[in-house]
């Protein structure tokens, strides 16, 4: 089945870099995405990747994808506090056009 | 990037009354859009897949008559929820992905239902 799993929370120093991992089970997953929630807002794309690549890089945003261990990961570097708010990653299956399945959302706290 | 406008942001009903939520994609024609349902403090779930001119998709546990939507155009696909209940209040997200394009999908800003 579908499952994609985030740990919850995430408390980092401003200035420091932040690490987001995820999880996920589906095999056939075209693209993975990342998205950022601030409170009570909808969802703001931050990057995706495409299966068959392994890192993306986006200005201060790196995503590694190791598709062997299932296993994908945001580097926020240099985190600043406005960096504050619930990360979600998400997957696409190849053959649902566009069905998004969520993790459970990581918050992360960023301490002045 | 492309915009996906959703109206109204927030609404607070009476309990058995309807409710319908607009979302719209402002510079660009999506065949598909989806409703998501977020509750506090969680991750978001898939309600239904509204495709244009035809019935939407539900996911199982999704109470299709319940929540009704609508896909008349190529840019509004609407949600209604019907004779609202307190459980039903909820964070109410669509989205909509250009067609050909990377699977990319753009998110509505939300609709938050209150049902007193």
């Known amino acids: 089945g579908e499952d994609v799993e985030q740990s919850l929370f995430l408390s980092v120093r401003e200035g420091d870099s932040s690490v987001i991992n995820c999880t996920y089970t589906d095999s056939s997953s075209t693209y993975l995405y990342w998205y950022k929630q601030e409170p009570g807002a909808g969802l703001q794309l931050l990057t995706y990747?495409?299966?068959?690549?392994d890192m993306k890089q986006d200005q201060r945003l790196t995503v590694l994808l190791n598709k062997k261990d299932k296993h994908l990961s945001l580097r926020i570097a240099d985190t600043q506090t406005g960096d504050s708010a619930i990360y979600f990653c998400?997957?696409?299956?190849?053959?649902?056009?566009?069905?998004?399945?969520f993790g459970s959302g990581t918050r992360l706290l960023v301490r002045p | 990037g492309a915009v996906v406008s959703q109206h109204p942001s927030r609404v607070i009903c009476k309990s058995g009354t309807s409710v319908k939520i607009e979302c719209r994609s402002l510079?660009?024609?999506?065949?598909?859009m989806f409703w998501y349902r977020q509750f506090p403090k969680q991750s978001l779930m898939l309600m239904a897949t509204s495709n244009e001119g035809s019935k939407a998709t539900y996911e199982q546990g999704v109470e299709k008559d319940k929540f009704l939507i609508n896909h008349a155009s190529l840019t509004l696909s609407t949600l209604t929820v019907t004779s609202a209940h307190p459980e039903d209040s909820s964070f109410y997200i669509c989205s909509a992905g250009l067609a050909g394009g990377t699977g990319e999908l753009f998110f509505g800003e939300g609709s938050r239902l209150t049902v007193l």
């Open positions: 998400a997957e696409s299956m190849m053959d649902s056009s566009y069905k998004l399945i």
């Open positions: 990747i495409f299966s068959n690549m």
């Open positions: 510079d660009f024609q999506a065949t598909t």
